[in-house]
């Protein structure tokens, strides 16, 4: 879970093959997404449906480890400064500098680990090392110059650890409704937003920060339908960020809760390839502040709307190995463009 990404759910293959599609179950992760496993293998079946959310899709076996690799890629380009996902930023009209367009590029690489704990419990680990760059392009205000300037700043490190517990409600029989739940626990462990130095001339961050400076938790229920030859999926999630005083003259800040809607389909190609499709919407509460230092107040942009539609295949290398691919793409205003992810979950 990330400021530019909320979390969501997957694809049950298990129903799929149950439902007379012929699909097997996977490692855990090969389905993703704010923001569950895997079901058990059964042998001379099918991959997984594809991934398109970055919950998996069934508990992970009692007693297996999945490690999944990815990486991920977001690109937006925007000209209003927002809170997204779990990021405050402060507003970016300074004085005499009008912010002509803001051009952001965020890559983020995170090591994931699942354990089946009972037949029906799982754990999560993952740890994101966050690459991110932003160029913003300003105009002196009131000044007669129309030449743009551009201020370039990046930031690089460990992001926000999150660990997760999921549970699947009821048996799976195969032809019946099954039910996800998860508690997600994010932490502070990346840089904060707040401490971030900033430029006296410009009135901008030096470098970017890579955490939200903010612990939260999400917790999500999730359902999975067989329809043959197809598998329906959906589920809602809400995030809560703790406000905290962070200091350095901004005071209590309370982050804006998220609601998180997600909504999609699955489908078996063949006997190594699977497609999905998915759609998330997010609506981000306004971020508050109390007793703040005058001249350190927060943009205030009211609530967001956040609609990303997102398709994904699934192609199993080997009986161990998926390789997943998903490629979101934004449908309202304050959405990033462009988000493209892939992942390699491997049973060990």
């Not at 799982?122 to 090392?129: D, T």
């Not at 612990?215 to 960020?241: H, I, R």
């Amino acid at each position: 879970m990330n400021h530019r990404s909320c979390i969501a759910v997957a694809v049950l293959s298990a129903l799929l093959a149950r439902a007379g599609c012929g699909l097997a179950d996977t490692p855990a992760g090969s389905g993703q997404s704010a923001p569950v496993g895997q079901a058990p293998q059964q042998s001379g079946a099918a991959p997984s449906t594809a991934q398109v959310f970055a919950e998996p899709t069934a508990l992970t076996p009692r007693g297996e480890f999945v490690l999944e690799p990815s990486i991920q890629y977001v690109h937006s380009t925007n000209n209003q400064v927002a809170l997204v996902g779990y990021t405050v930023l402060p507003a970016l009209t300074i004085g005499l500098i009008d912010i002509q367009r803001i051009q952001s590029n965020l890559t983020t690489a995170t090591l994931t680990g699942r354990y089946g704990i009972l037949p029906r419990l799982e754990l999560e680990v993952r740890v994101p090392y966050v690459d991110e760059s932003t160029s913003t392009e300003t105009r002196p205000l009131n000044t007669g110059s129309n030449v743009d300037s551009f201020f370039d700043v990046a930031g690089h490190g460990i992001g926000d650890i999150e660990v997760a517990l999921r549970a699947q409600l009821n048996h799976l029989r195969g032809d019946n409704v099954v039910w996800l739940a998860s508690l997600l626990f994010k932490t502070r462990t990346g840089s904060d937003l707040f401490q971030e130095p900033i430029d006296p001339d410009s009135g901008l961050q030096t470098q970017l920060p890579t955490g939200s400076g903010f612990y939260a938790v999400q917790p999500s229920f999730t359902f999975l339908m067989p329809s043959d030859p197809a598998v329906f999926f959906g589920g809602l999630a809400y995030t809560k960020s703790f406000a905290r005083d962070v200091g350095y003259g901004y005071g209590y800040v309370y982050p804006g809760g998220i609601y998180d809607v997600t909504i999609g389909m699955g489908l078996a190609l063949n006997e190594r390839a699977s497609f999905s499709m998915g759609y998330q919407e997010s609506i981000v509460d306004q971020t508050t502040q109390i007793e703040p230092n005058p001249s350190l107040t927060l943009g205030r942009v009211g609530t967001l709307e956040l609609g990303t539609l997102r398709f994904g295949i699934t192609y199993r290398a080997t009986g161990w190995a998926y390789f997943n691919f998903t490629l979101g793409i934004g449908v309202t205003r304050d959405t990033p463009d462009m988000e493209a992810t892939t992942r390699l979950p491997m049973t060990l």
